[in-house]
């Protein structure tokens, strides 16, 4: 039986984070100046949105199997879904990419071999070269890597918190991954460079930049609260809501949704403000951490953004993994034209023509690739198929 769940909102979340990244992404190439660099800063807010969301829904939908199936049963259901869902339209961008880059530059075998198992993320250096920039055009495919780093994790997760069913022990446990986070993140600073040094010498640029940004260690705590946000959802999903709590989640939602706006800005102000950096940097990531956390929540049980159950912002979502994938490859079309020095209002028009133009082709993707080989894998090994929701009316 098929117990996945949809949840509309979630789905148009996963666009706004794909069109996030992609305008964060955009910016620098189509102007430059104080506001395209502004703009630029969403990006690494679209993708800690993908890392909490990544683990709301995987947990919405396989939790309870491991929970409740033998465990090898729920393992190679898990892998074959997951496999399915990734890996097709990875392999058709990463051997594109990766046959022209060996023709031109004759890249190394052991480069590829990370790229095409999707670990360049896990380690820092290949030759001197930080891993996930050793193929550029390819650089954004690191937070797949991620992803699979997620994936492996996760059915320890699901053991781990398989007792674990009290509203406030949940919120406890989110409360102190939190902590745990800020924690980390001050141990990374303060020892990094030296760690770095003793584990990988020859990573003589951007090793600090691998180990907070590109590595997946320092996003497990990201992707564990979403993970236990979605326990919170699940523990209230039954449940009454009274006029109190309705007031009190709707006063987080917008607390969170304007520091989550707030973020960008701290970004942008952070190397203007040496002295700040690491209080910026932490308190962003806390932002994130925690605000991505209540708006998730808030928009799939109490009904906040309802507008992100929308038609279009649900087949935008879907598309959502091949506009990540292919859109450094189109932001040339939206070049077409401009001028030497754009102002906003062709800076802000050129971005929704790039955030159109890699949702059209991403469409015709997910249409062409993606769906029918998730479809195929998954009848082949024998686990049921994914609903087919380009069709489907948002509940």
């Not at 699979?148 to 406890?172: D, E, G, K, M, Q």
């Not at 009274?242 to 701290?266: K, N, Q, T, Y």
């Amino acid at each position: 039986m098929n117990e996945q769940r949809f949840i509309g909102s979630l789905t148009g979340l996963r666009f706004v984070a794909a069109a996030t990244v992609a305008v964060g992404h955009g910016a620098p190439s189509l102007a430059q100046g104080l506001l395209p660099e502004l703009i630029a800063q969403v990006s690494s807010i679209g993708m800690t949105m993908f890392f909490v969301l990544s683990g709301f829904v995987l947990w919405l939908n396989y939790a309870a199997r491991f929970q409740s199936q033998p465990l090898g049963s729920a393992l190679r259901e898990f892998a074959i879904a997951r496999f399915a869902r990734l890996y097709p339209m990875y392999a058709v961008i990463a051997l594109a990419v990766v046959a022209y880059v060996v023709i031109a530059r004759g890249l190394s075998a052991p480069s590829l071999g990370f790229i095409l198992t999707m670990t360049q993320a896990w380690f820092p250096v290949q030759n001197g070269t930080m891993l996930v920039a050793v193929v550029p055009s390819l650089q954004h495919l690191w937070s797949i890597s991620v992803e699979l780093f997620f994936y492996l994790l996760f059915p320890f997760v699901c053991l781990l918190f398989a007792a674990v069913v009290r509203l406030p022990t949940i919120i406890w446990i989110a409360l102190a991954n939190i902590v745990t986070f800020a924690l980390t993140i001050a141990a990374a600073f303060t020892f990094g460079d030296a760690l770095l040094r003793a584990a990988a010498p020859s990573l003589t640029q951007n090793g600090m930049q691998w180990l907070t940004y590109y590595s997946p260690y320092l996003h497990i705590a990201q992707f564990l609260a979403g993970c236990l946000a979605a326990m919170i959802y699940r523990n209230r999903a039954d449940a009454g809501v009274g006029d109190r709590e309705r007031r009190c989640v709707r006063l987080l939602f917008w607390l969170s949704l304007a520091s989550l706006i707030c973020a960008p800005v701290l970004l942008f102000l952070q190397p203007r403000l040496p002295g700040w950096s690491f209080a910026i940097e932490l308190a962003v990531r806390l932002i994130e951490i925690s605000g991505f956390s209540i708006v998730f929540v808030a928009a799939s049980r109490y009904g906040h953004a309802a507008w992100l159950s929308s038609r279009a912002l649900i087949i935008g979502g879907e598309c959502s993994y091949s506009i990540y994938l292919l859109h450094p490859f189109l932001i040339r079309l939206a070049m077409i034209g401009k001028s030497d020095a754009p102002g906003a209002l062709e800076l802000a028009l050129r971005l929704g023509l790039f955030v159109a133009i890699a949702t059209a082709m991403a469409w015709v993707t997910y249409m062409l690739i993606e769906a029918p080989s998730r479809t195929w894998l998954r009848r082949a090994f024998g686990t049921s198929a994914p609903r087919d929701v380009i069709h489907a009316s948002p509940v």
